[in-house]
Every structure is written in structure tokens, then in C-alpha cells.
């Protein structure tokens, strides 16, 4: 069985631009979560969706999008980029409890 | 909201030694899954375990909740054993809350 994908798995990008990450959960999971992962420190959660709905939110600005489509990928959209945003961007999907990760897009804003 | 604490932040050890990696917890959790990072930055499942006792192969984990912590032990390690451990806790809807990491190197 195919684990969670995500794409790119690497991305440059310069200051002020927008990024959008792909993310494709492990089939028959409808829960998708993003983290972000800056060098040296553990994953910080951004969004939850299910069933294409946002059930949670964490502490990141408005530059911060996501959505679900109906067969239950997922996308992470980041407007303005800043330097600060590099980082490793995480997927995970869920069918109840356990979250599998994907292998992640390296993220480097210049 | 919830603290997570690991220790060691960081451990040494020569292929065949065994450890024992703690995560401590400052408030009631669902869940909670242990993950190594390997260098390439893939998160492994290890165990999910919110309580009592889980063993796979040379590794096996414990969880308290009652005393809010958990405990992940290696045995008689490898270098592939390299990389990153987290634990992560899960307090509401599939939001996890990462711990600090213990970065573990196993030398040959």
C-alpha cells in the first residue's frame, strides 16, 4: 500500500512569493494534518482538516492557507513568503487515531 | 497549553548498548505515538501507545498517563538507530503536540 506522498519534495523560492504544497493521504484516510518543521526543533502543527472541513488551526499567521478536495488531498498554501518560512513542510494522514507522515517538501525562501 | 519535555536531549552510544529515552507531559493527553526522525527527515511510526506497554522487535515503549510520562527503550542498538526520537501528544481533534526530541547517534 502507498504511504502519504507529498510534492514537491524540494522548493526554492525568493522572499515575497507564494508557495502551494500537494499532499495525498494513504487511501481510505479522510484526516490530512500540515506541520512545519524548522531545523532543530519537532514539527509544529498548522491545519487539520476532515472530510474537506478545517476541524483545527495552530499559531501560524494568515499567509497560511489550506484546503481538502473531495478525494481528500490536500494542499498548503503560503502567500508572501518570508525567510523565516524554510522549513520542512509535513503531511500526515489519519484514518482514527494513528498519524502517518509523508517524506516532506524542504522549503528554502531566499 | 501542553508541555512536552524529552531527555536526554541528546545521547552517545556504541552498537549494542541499550537505552531508555523518557517523555514527560504536563496535562491529561488522548494519545500519544513515538516517531524517529531519520536524517533524511522522514517521521517513522514506532509505536502509539496512550498507555500500558507495546514491544516491537528490539524496541518497546510504556506509557503512564496516569503520571503523565513515557518511557521508549532500545535495546542492543544499531547505527541505523541513528536519527531523531519524538513523542507527540494528541489533546484534541488529530493535533499533535511534538516533545523536544532526543537526538540519539550509535557508533560502530
Known amino acids: 500500500d502507498a504511504g502519504v506522498t507529498q510534492s514537491p519534495t524540494h522548493l526554492i523560492k525568493t522572499r515575497g512569493q507564494h508557495v502551494t504544497l500537494r499532499c495525498s493521504p494513504i487511501?481510505?484516510?479522510?484526516?490530512v494534518s500540515w506541520y512545519q518543521q524548522v531545523l532543530g526543533q519537532g514539527p509544529q502543527f498548522i491545519f487539520q482538516?476532515?472530510?474537506?472541513?478545517?476541524?483545527g488551526r495552530g499559531n501560524f499567521p494568515d499567509r497560511f492557507s489550506a484546503r481538502q478536495f473531495p478525494n481528500y488531498s490536500s494542499e498548503l498554501n503560503v502567500n508572501a513568503l518570508l525567510l523565516g518560512d524554510s522549513a520542512l513542510y509535513l503531511c500526515?494522514?489519519?484514518?482514527?487515531?494513528?498519524?502517518?507522515f509523508g517524506p516532506g517538501t524542504r522549503l528554502l525562501v531566499l | 497549553g501542553i508541555q512536552v519535555e524529552q531527555s536526554p536531549p541528546d545521547l552517545i552510544l556504541q552498537e549494542g548498548a541499550n537505552s531508555t529515552l523518557r517523555c514527560n507531559f504536563s496535562d491529561s493527553v488522548n494519545n500519544l505515538q513515538w516517531f524517529h526522525q531519520n536524517p533524511w527527515g522522514q517521521l517513522i511510526n514506532l509505536f502509539y501507545i496512550p498507555s500500558g506497554t507495546k514491544q516491537n522487535g528490539r524496541l518497546s515503549a510504556t506509557t503512564v498517563a496516569t503520571e503523565r510520562y513515557s518511557l521508549l527503550y532500545i535495546s542492543s542498538s544499531q547505527t541505523t538507530d541513528s536519527g531523531v526520537y519524538f513523542c507527540a501528544v494528541n489533546t484534541g481533534f488529530q493535533k499533535l503536540v511534538f516533545g523536544t526530541g532526543t537526538r540519539l547517534l550509535v557508533s560502530p
Open positions: 482538516y476532515y472530510e474537506k472541513e478545517e476541524r
Open positions: 487511501s481510505g484516510h479522510k484526516s
Open positions: 500526515a494522514s489519519s484514518q482514527i487515531e494513528t498519524q502517518y
